[in-house]
């Protein structure tokens, strides 16, 4: 938390393997996570995690991806960039699963994609994007495979993400995007896809309530 830097000011990853569980990336300045590729290429996974209040200037407030990204049981909200891709700026190939992107936006003029900026692959498995704000393709800019997923669809949320009321992403107190008893994601999702990247499967959520609730 609370780190800067020109890319990646939280954590930045150069041709690397790395992987995340049970993290918090929040408060970062020139982005939260840089996975850029090199000659051996980047590999960034996400899992139980949040990325949250994170700001860059220019591409990817929340993450800046060039590499490979994989993104399960993981929330991306309050993230903001100047120019695209509020939450993820994604140009390698980008993997999310029950993920929500909610809450991100682009502040730029010309500003595309307040969730995900992609100009590369991209593929949503019971995962929303909604509720992000930018000039043009609030919620996703560029094209996109999903299953079981909403996108642009209000999700009716308990509440919309934001920081609470002292301000600050990553404290006690953020409005975390959590369904409420009318929201269109629930019993949405597809079992089979619910896995990580073991393919064991989910068993509970960010709250450590049990993730499938309804066996079908």
Known sequence: SGNSGSSGGGIYNYCGTLTLTNTMVSGNSGGGLGN???TSGASLTLTNSMVLGNSSSIEGGGIHNDGSLTLTNTTVSGNS??????????????????TTVSGNAATGYFGDGGGIFNQGALTLSNTIVAL?????????SGSFSYNNSLVGVDPRFEQNP?????????????????????????DAGDDVL???????????????????????
């Open 132 to 140: 992000n704000v930018a000039p043009s393709y609030a919620d996703i």
């Open 81 to 98: 960039t100047g120019w695209d891709g509020g939450g993820i700026w994604n140009r390698g190939v980008s993997t999310l699963i029950n």
């Open 36 to 38: 850029h590729i090199g």
């Open 162 to 186: 934001g920081p609470g009321l002292d301000g600050v992403w990553g404290t006690a107190d953020d409005d975390m995007p959590r369904l409420s008893s009318i929201s269109p994601a629930i």
């Open 194 to 216: 619910a896995v990580n990247s073991d393919g064991n499967p989910l068993l509970i959520d960010l709250d450590n309530n049990p993730r499938i609730a309804h066996v079908r």
